[in-house]
C-alpha cells in the first residue's frame, strides 16, 4: 500500500545526517556524559595469567581502603542466584547454508559467568568488582585485592588446539572443539576435482583484530530500592530491547523491573553487539551499594577484553576444467572463538559464501569452532564474509597464474548469470536477484584497466612496483528477525518515529526520517527519531548484520498503512461519512466535498471524542511489528591499485574504485560515507591490524595503539565508489543493507594487488597484515 500512497520525494536525496549538527557542536550524548549525584565507582580487577585456578581471593585490605563501598566476587554472584550471560549463539539457520552436524556430535556452549567463579581462561576476564567514592579509589583499592591463581598451561591457535595433547580450556568438555559441522556434498565434490584438468589451493589465515571504537565501553547502574528496578546507562549494538531481556534474565527478575537507556554510541563495528560483563556488574553491584555505579574502560582495558573479530584458518582449493569454468571448491574452515561461544556466525556466514557469486557446481567446507585461552570472538563488520571472500578471490588469482589464465577472464566466465536469479548454490543459501557482471564491467571501467600499462612503467621509473586487482563480493546477511516501528502524532505537530534499532553511526535519524517523510507525504524536519529507552521501546533487535533499514523499512510501511487506516476511521467517524470515500495525500485526509483534516486535527480528535471506540481513542499512531527472516544479499565489485617500495616494504594504495548494488538508495551521502568507512578497515586489517599474543603464555603484545597499528586518513586512497540500484526481489520496497560492502572484498583485493605487483619477484604470497617487514621479507627471500 505505500508505494501508492504518493511519489517519491525525499528518497534518494544525499540529505545530510541530521545528527551530525548536535554530534559535530559537542552535543551528543555518550554514557560516560551521564553524571548523576552520589555517583560510585566501579573498576574491574582482572586476570593476570591467561589459564589458571583461582585458589583464593582476599579482599579484607581492599575494604578498608578509604572509600571503598563494596568488593565483589565470582562467590557473590553464586551467592546471589545470578545466571549467566545468555549470548544464545546459534549455529544454523536460515538464511544460510545448510549446515550438518557430525552424527552424534553434540554443540558445547560454556557458561559465561560476568565474574570468573573457579578459573580463569584469558589475560583480562574479570575476577573482581571494586566500587568506591571515587575513580581514584577504586583503582587503589584494586590493587590491594589478593588473588592467588595456580597457573596452567594455555593455547592461543585455534590449530593447535585442536591437536591432541594442547591444553584443554573446559576439562568437562574434554577437547577444544565447541561446534564440529559441513555444508555441502562431499562425494560430488570429490568427484568434481577427480574430473578437473588443474587444483590449486590456498591455506592462510585471517588474523585477529579489534574494533577499536573511538568511544570505550562504558556502563552506569542504578538501583530504586521503593521500585524494586534497575536501570542501565551504556550502548550496545543489540539495541536497548534485547540488552534489557539479557538483564532481567542474569538478575532472575521480570523484564519490568529492569530499564535500559543507550545515548549516542561512538563506533561499534559488531564488537560492542555482544552483552558484556560490565553491563550486568554495574546494575547489580548498585543494588548492594545503595548506589549509582559507573564503569568506563581504558583504552588498555579495551584491547584486553573488548570482544574481537576474525580469526579464522582457511585451507582451500578450487578444481577448474581446461577452460577455465570451476568445477568445484572443498576446503575446511576453522574459527577460533576465544574462551566463551559470544558467536558463531563468522563460521557460519563464512561456511555460506565460501563461493561467492561464482558458478562453482560442487562444493564441500568442514567447519570447526574451537575453544583458546582469549578474549571471545564476535562479529566484527561484515563477519565472516570477509574471510570467505579473501579465500575465493585468491584461489582465483593463483589459478590465473599457475594455470595459464587471465584473471579478469577467469572472473567473467564463472560469475553467475542474471537470468539464472534466484540461484540456489552448493551450500544451500538461494541468492535473489542482480547483476553481478554489471558490477564488475563497472569496476573495471573505473579503474582504467587500459592505461595501467602506462602507469606501471611510470612507477618504474621511481623504482616502485605496481599492481592492481579486481574481487566481486556477494553478503548473505540475517540477524534478528523481529522488528518494530510506531508513528505516533503529538500535539506540538511532530511525528515521533519509535524504532528499537541502535545507531552506531550509520545515521538512522536521518534515514528512516526520509523513509518515513517518504511515504507519510509530510516534511521531513516533522519526523522526530525515538529509540534507546525501553520505557519507549518494546520490540527491537539491534543494528548488526545489515538489518536495520532493510527491516526498519518495512516495519515504517506497516506503521504508516495503520496510521492511515486508523486515520480514515477516526474522520469517518468525525464527520459521518464512509471510509471508502476518503483519501490520503502528503498529509491530508480528504473527504468528498473537498474537506481536508491534517494528521494533527485527526490526532486532536482522538483525544477528545469520547463517542470513538475505546481501540482508537488516545494517541494517534500506527504500528507495524513484523518478523521477517528473509535474508540480504549485497554484492558488488571492487578494484585497486597499489606501489609497492621493495627497498623498504612499504605499500601504499595508489587508487581504489568500488561498486555496491543496495538495491534502493534512501540516502547516497550515507551510503557512500558507509563505503568508505568500510572500505578503510578492510585495508587496515589488510595491511596494518593485527591483534598479537604471545604463543606461549598468551599475554597480550599488543594492548596499545603503539603496538596496534591502525590505518590514518593519509594511508587511505581518494576512493571513487558507485552505487548501483538492482532492486532486491527479497525485499518489498528492493533493499539490500549497504553498511559492509568495502570491508568484505577489500582483504583479498589487497593482498591480490600487492602479489601482482611483486610478480617479477616471483613473489606468491604475503600474510596478512602485509607489513612492510612482511613484504620486504617476501621480497628479498625470493632474491636472494
Not at 550524548?29 to 560510585?40: A, C, G, L, P
Not at 577437547?175 to 591455506?203: M, P, R
Not at 569454468?325 to 572463538?337: A, D, E, H, V
Not at 570491508?743 to 612492510?772: C, F, K, R, W
Request: glycine share 10%.
Amino acid at each position: 500500500m505505500v508505494g501508492s500512497i504518493l511519489k517519491t520525494k525525499v528518497i534518494g536525496v544525499p540529505i545530510p545526517r541530521k545528527e551530525d549538527e548536535r554530534l559535530l557542536r559537542g552535543l551528543g550524548r555518550y554514557t560516560s556524559d551521564h553524571i548523576e549525584k552520589e555517583i560510585s565507582y566501579g573498576i574491574i580487577v582482572r586476570s593476570p595469567y591467561a589459564h589458571a585456578k583461582i585458589k583464593s581471593i582476599n579482599i579484607s585490605k581492599a575494604l578498608i581502603s578509604p572509600g571503598v563501598l563494596a568488593v565483589l566476587s565470582g562467590k557473590d554472584l553464586r551467592a546471589d542466584g545470578i545466571k549467566p550471560i545468555p549470548h544464545n549463539a546459534e549455529w544454523s539457520g536460515a538464511p544460510d547454508a545448510e549446515i550438518r552436524l557430525p552424527k552424534g556430535f553434540e554443540v558445547f556452549t560454556p557458561e559465561h559467568f560476568p565474574l570468573a567463579l573457579d578459573v580463569v581462561r584469558f589475560v583480562g576476564e574479570p575476577v573482581a568488582l571494586v566500587v568506591a567514592e571515587t575513580e581514584p579509589q577504586a583503582i587503589l583499592a584494586g590493587e590491594l585485592v589478593s588473588i592467588l591463581y595456580e597457573e596452567l598451561s594455555a593455547v592461543v591457535d585455534s590449530r593447535k588446539a585442536m591437536k591432541a595433547g594442547a591444553p584443554i580450556v573446559w576439562n568437562e568438555r574434554g577437547n577444544n572443539i565447541s561446534l564440529s559441522c559441513e555444508v555441502g556434498d562431499s562425494a560430488a565434490t570429490d568427484q568434481a576435482f577427480a574430473s578437473a584438468a588443474h587444483v590449486v589451493n590456498f591455506n592462510s589465515w585471517v588474523q585477529r583484530i579489534t574494533g577499536s571504537p573511538m568511544e570505550p565501553r562504558a556502563a552506569i547502574g542504578s538501583f530504586d530500592n521503593e521500585t524494586c528496578q534497575y536501570t542501565l546507562r551504556s550502548a550496545s549494538g543489540r539495541g536497548a530491547v534485547q540488552t534489557r531481556e539479557r538483564l532481567a534474565f542474569m538478575l532472575n527478575v521480570p523484564l519490568e523491573n529492569c530499564r535500559v537507556v543507550f545515548g549516542d554510541m561512538g563506533g561499534n563495528f559488531g564488537t560492542r553487539n555482544a552483552f558484556f560483563s560490565e553491563a550486568f556488574l554495574m546494575p547489580w553491584a548498585s543494588r548492594i551499594v545503595g548506589r549509582t555505579v559507573k564503569w568506563t574502560a581504558s583504552r588498555n582495558e579495551c584491547f584486553l577484553s573488548d570482544y574481537q573479530g576474525r580469526d579464522l584458518s582457511i585451507e582451500s582449493e578450487l578444481a577448474l576444467d581446461k577452460n577455465g569454468k570451476f568445477l568445484g571448491l572443498r576446503g575446511t574452515n576453522i574459527s577460533n572463538l576465544g574462551a566463551y561461544v559470544a558467536y558463531f556466525w563468522p563460521l557460519r556466514k563464512g561456511l555460506s559464501l565460501m563461493q561467492s557469486v561464482y558458478n562453482i557446481p560442487s562444493v564441500h567446507f568442514k567447519g570447526f569452532a574451537v575453544f583458546s585461552n582469549t578474549p571471545p570472538t564476535a562479529v566484527y563488520r561484515s563477519a565472516g564474509r570477509p574471510e570467505a571472500i579473501y579465500a575465493i578471490e585468491r584461489l582465483i588469482d593463483i589459478a590465473a597464474a599457475q594455470c595459464g589464465f587471465d584473471r579478469t577472464y577467469l572472473r567473467q566466465i564463472n560469475l553467475i548469470k542474471k537470468d539464472s536469479l534466484p540461484f540456489k548454490t552448493a551450500v544451500g543459501v538461494t541468492y535473489d536477484s542482480g547483476d553481478y557482471s554489471e558490477a564488475m564491467e563497472i569496476a573495471l571501467e573505473k579503474t582504467d584497466i587500459e592505461g595501467f600499462k602506462a602507469r606501471k612503467q611510470e612507477s618504474r621509473k621511481h623504482g616502485l612496483c605496481r599492481g592492481w586487482a579486481i574481487a566481486n563480493y556477494i553478503e548473505v546477511t540475517s540477524g534478528i528477525p523481529r522488528e518494530r516501528a510506531e508513528l505516533r502524532v503529538c500535539k506540538d505537530g511532530k511525528i515521533d518515529l519509535v524504532v528499537g534499532t541502535m545507531s552506531s553511526g550509520q545515521g538512522h535519524e536521518t534515514s528512516y526520517a526520509q523513509v518515513a517523510s517518504d511515504w507519510l507525504g509530510v516534511p521531513i524536519g516533522s519526523i522526530r527519531f525515538v529509540s534507546n529507552d525501553t520505557d519507549r521501546v518494546t520490540v527491537g533487535g539491534g543494528s548488526h548484520s545489515g538489518r536495520s533499514m532493510r527491516l526498519v523499512s518495512i516495519a515504517i510501511g506497516e506503521a504508516i498503512s495503520d496510521l492511515i487506516e486508523r486515520g480514515k476511521f477516526i474522520v469517518a467517524h468525525l464527520l459521518a461519512c464512509d471510509t471508502a470515500s476518503i483519501n490520503y495525500e502528503n498529509g491530508y485526509f480528504i473527504v468528498p466535498n473537498n474537506r481536508r483534516l491534517t494528521l494533527l486535527d485527526v490526532a486532536d480528535a482522538a483525544f477528545s471524542l469520547n463517542s470513538l471506540p475505546l481501540e482508537y481513542q488516545g494517541y494517534f499512531e500506527g504500528i507495524g511489528d513484523i518478523t521477517n527472516r528473509t535474508g540480504g544479499y549485497p554484492y558488488g565489485a571492487h578494484a585497486c591499485e597499489v606501489e609497492v617500495d621493495p627497498e623498504t616494504g612499504v605499500v601504499e594504495i595508489v587508487s581504489w574504485s568500488g561498486v555496491d548494488d543496495v538495491g534502493l538508495a534512501i540516502n547516497p551521502l550515507i551510503l557512500h560515507g558507509q563505503a568508505h568507512g568500510a572500505i578503510t578497515q578492510g585495508i587496515g586489517q589488510a595491511l596494518w591490524e593485527n591483534i598479537n599474543y604471545d604463543p606461549e603464555d598468551a599475554q597480550l603484545r599488543s594492548g596499545s595503539f603503539m603496538d596496534y597499528s591502525m590505518p590514518r586518513a593519509v594511508d587511505i586512497p581518494s576512493m571513487e565508489t558507485v552505487i548501483t540500484e538492482n532492486p532486491a526481489s527479497s525485499h518489498p520496497y528492493g533493499i539490500r543493507p549497504g553498511g559492509e560492502g568495502g570491508t568484505t572484498p577489500a582483504l583479498g583485493l589487497v593482498i591480490n594487488a600487492i602479489v601482482h605487483a611483486l610478480s617479477d619477484y616471483g613473489v606468491q604470497h604475503i600474510e596478512m597484515p602485509a607489513t612492510p617487514e612482511r613484504v620486504w621479507r617476501a621480497i628479498h627471500s625470493k632474491t636472494s
